[in-house]
């Protein structure tokens, strides 16, 4: 089991940048793909981006991020990073660390088993 505390959220301008930070419990961080989701007032949550725990490299965005966000991971902190630019209004969103062991996906939060208690960040225009 791990658990998961999620930092570095804020208020920010639009243009501007935040790098979100989970840190995890436990030690077998490096088995874990993570992933980052986001949820805003009266929406369903959303895939942001994740990576996999076979190689730092293996990286997943959502279309909406896509060459903004940058998904990383520091096994020996037992940390992942969402580095987030050029940040947009609607962007503005509660955005949650998840972490799974298992195959079953990286895209769905039924994918994922455990669950930070999220951070918000707010983008004004």
């Known amino acids: 089991q791990v658990q998961l505390v999620e930092s570095g959220g804020g208020l920010v301008q639009a243009g501007g940048s935040l790098r979100l930070s989970c840190a995890a419990s436990?030690?077998?961080?490096?088995?874990?793909?993570m992933g980052w989701f986001r949820q805003a007032p009266g929406k369903e949550r959303e895939f942001v981006a994740a990576?996999?725990?076979?190689?730092?490299?293996?990286?997943y965005y959502a279309d909406s991020v896509k060459g903004r966000f940058t998904i990383s991971r520091d096994n020996r902190k037992n940390t992942v990073y969402l580095q987030m630019n050029s940040l947009k209004p609607e962007d503005t969103c509660v955005y949650y660390c998840?972490?799974?062991?298992?195959?079953?996906?990286?895209?769905?939060?039924?994918?994922?088993?455990?669950w930070g208690q999220g951070t918000q960040v707010t983008v004004s225009s």
């Open positions: 998840a972490a799974t062991q298992s195959l079953r996906g990286l895209y769905a939060s039924k994918d994922y088993d455990y």
């Open positions: 990576i996999g725990w076979w190689s730092e490299s293996s990286t």
């Open positions: 436990g030690r077998t961080f490096s088995s874990y793909t």
